[in-house]
């Protein structure tokens, strides 16, 4: 449908953790169906190789970048290596994300910092070098992707996660204000539970879940949802799209929850 024809799209995590779709994977090759040509970024080189191979073998434009965008040094090189590429930056996608298994007793303080540096720092460092370029190009369109333990508690214990999520929806709101008389947006997306790669890949959600057993995880997590199953990347991706849309150009500051009615639940 073109819904992004001409647009340049940043994807921050645009690889993913193992086979399948991660949202990151699935939002970078549904921008460039919309026809957006789209900057993949990754600290895997090979996974974002794959992202941008995928869309280049289905006649769209991409291209990959490697970077730890937890480090200032790697972002600022992100953002002039897009700049030299396409010439500018339309939508900008936070997909990068983390979580440490643990409450505020058991969690270490390195471990602490690594998933603040990650999941948040790395959000304000993308938006602290890209929001200046949509300033000057006229606007822009930022997503932080969150997750609905910001706003609730799953009964999992990964406090890192859950804290680094909620001061994102903060940080998008506050931006979202400072920065909408430039038209420049900024929307969250909070996935609920979701069936992709990372949680697959991640043994402390396992262990928390089913002592480790991966498909009675899947289970119970279908049954956690009032939907019955959990969603996919290709939900939080379909979110993005009307978000980095000229559909959504009167939106900004809003937490999208995408969730399957989870958040509706008391308990």
Same mark, same amino acid.
């Given at each position: 449908?073109?819904?992004?024809?001409?647009? *340049?799209?940043?994807?921050?995590?645009?690889?993913?953790? /193992?086979?399948g779709?991660?949202?990151?994977?699935?939002?970078?090759?549904?921008?460039?169906?919309?026809?957006?040509?789209?900057?993949? @970024?990754?600290?895997?080189?090979?996974? $974002?190789?794959?992202?941008?191979? *995928?869309?280049? /073998?289905? /006649?769209?434009?991409?291209?990959?970048?490697?970077?730890?965008?937890? #480090?200032?040094?790697?972002?600022? $090189?992100?953002?002039a290596?897009?700049? %030299?590429?396409?010439?500018?930056?339309?939508? &900008?996608?936070?997909?990068? /994300?983390?979580?440490?298994?643990?409450s505020?007793?058991?969690? =270490?303080?390195?471990?602490?910092?690594?998933?603040?540096?990650?999941?948040? %720092?790395? !959000?304000?460092?993308?938006?602290? +070098?890209?929001?200046?370029?949509?300033? %000057?190009?006229?606007?822009? =369109?930022?997503?932080?992707?969150?997750?609905?333990?910001?706003? #609730? +508690?799953l009964?999992?214990?990964?406090?890192?996660?859950?804290?680094?999520k909620?001061?994102?929806?903060?940080?998008?709101?506050?931006?979202?204000?400072?920065?909408? #008389?430039? +038209?420049?947006?900024?929307?969250? *997306?909070?996935?609920?539970?979701?069936?992709?790669?990372?949680?697959?890949?991640?043994?402390?959600?396992?262990?928390?879940?089913?002592?480790?057993?991966?498909?009675?995880?899947? #289970?119970?997590?279908?049954?956690?949802?009032?939907?019955? +199953?959990?969603?996919?990347?290709?939900? @939080? !991706?379909?979110?993005?799209?009307? &978000?980095?849309?000229?559909?959504?150009?009167?939106?900004?500051?809003?937490?999208?929850?995408?969730?399957?009615?989870?958040? &509706?639940?008391?308990s």
């Open positions: 449908m073109d819904r992004l024809k001409g647009k *340049i799209a940043m994807v921050v995590g645009a690889g993913s953790i /193992g086979a779709w991660g949202n990151g994977k699935a939002t970078a090759v549904t921008f460039a169906r919309e026809g957006a040509s789209v900057f993949c @970024v990754d600290r895997n080189a090979a996974a $974002a190789e794959e992202t941008a191979g *995928i869309i280049t /073998g289905e /006649g769209g434009k991409a291209a990959a970048f490697t970077a730890d965008v937890s #480090r200032a040094a790697d972002v600022e $090189a992100m953002v290596a897009c700049l %030299k590429t396409y010439g500018r930056i339309d939508v &900008l996608d936070n997909n990068v /994300g983390i979580a440490e298994m643990g505020v007793v058991e969690v =270490s303080e390195a471990e602490w910092d690594r998933v603040f540096a990650v999941n948040l %720092k790395s !959000a304000y460092l993308a938006m602290k +070098h890209v929001i200046p370029v949509m300033q %000057k190009q006229g606007g822009g =369109s930022i997503i932080n992707i969150s997750s609905i333990a910001s706003i #609730r +508690h009964g999992i214990s990964y406090v890192t996660y859950a804290t680094t909620a001061a994102m929806n903060q940080m998008t709101r506050t931006t979202a204000v400072q920065f909408a #008389r430039d +038209h420049v947006r900024v929307n969250a *997306i909070l996935p609920g539970l979701m069936k992709t790669p990372m949680v697959a890949h991640s043994a402390g959600l396992a262990a928390s879940y089913s002592a480790g057993d991966v498909e009675a995880m899947w #289970r119970a997590r279908d049954a956690q949802v009032p939907m019955g +199953h959990m969603g996919d990347a290709w939900d @939080v !991706a379909n979110a993005a799209l009307f &978000l980095a849309s000229d559909e959504s150009k009167y939106v900004t500051g809003i937490e999208l929850v995408v969730d399957g009615g989870v958040t &509706l639940k008391v």
